[in-house]
């Protein structure tokens, strides 16, 4: 059965509670609120879950490995006040000329230190097509899952053949493939340039051919065992999410 998560980043708090709204009017067709942490944004990933409705919707909140000591227990402390029930664990970038304090934190060994200290946590972890070649990723998927991660989250695809061979890859494996529509050539080349992403050759910088792309992604998790995850980015959710095939029907989406 599958599951859509909407990603939703914590500008501020007024900016979270506007497109939780939005995703309400979405009605059963979202399952998960998944919540990244931006270093440069105040509010934190955890601090938004009081304003999500855990009838309707789970909470996964993003944790960046480097913003973290082990020995310390800070995020042990932060799950256990904040009650957490799921997180997703990711390495992190570090952050461009901010006074941050960062630590060289492994994502596996986070995920195998969360595990330990808390057996029935679900603990998520990141996966990115673009970053590496197959096998490595693959190999480093496998890594995470020995450590303790029940699932994974995707970066974006834009090309339906890899969304293949990862559906293949990832089997028996609980895994949301991330969407993220790019309605604009400075995005597309963002993409290229920052995210190492590789273009198929039909792709177009607008809203259609993300709309028709993402209709087909669909169609492949219901038929593959693959969940969706949606990464909107400075688009309009309406003209988006309003021509994308979502279950209408309650009994096609998990209470």
Known sequence: ????????????????????????????????????????????????GEYVDTRQHRFIPHFRAIDFRITDGELFRIIEERR?????????????????????TDVVDLIRAVKQRFPAMKVYA????????????????????????????????????????????????????GLSPITSLASMQYWEVKNKVKFPADFRPDYDWNIGFANRVIETARATGLNVYFMPIRIDLEKYFSQLKLPENPDESPA
Not at 149 to 168: L, V
């Open 1 to 48: 059965m599958i599951n859509f998560s909407f990603e939703i980043v914590p500008r501020s708090l007024p900016a979270f509670a506007e497109q939780y709204c939005f995703v309400k009017t979405l009605g059963t067709a979202i399952d998960v609120i998944n919540v990244p942490d931006i270093q440069r944004f105040p509010v934190r990933s955890w601090e938004v």
């Open 84 to 104: 957490l029930e799921r997180i997703l664990l990711i390495t992190g970038d570090p952050p461009d000329g901010l006074k941050r304090v960062c630590y060289n």
């Open 126 to 177: 990141g996966f990115d097509p673009h970053r590496q070649g197959l096998q490595d990723e693959c190999e480093y998927i496998q890594h995470k899952v020995d450590a303790g991660a029940c699932g994974f989250f995707s970066q974006p695809f834009y090309d339906s053949r890899m969304i293949d061979i990862y559906a293949e890859q990832m089997q028996g494996l609980e895994t949301y493939i």
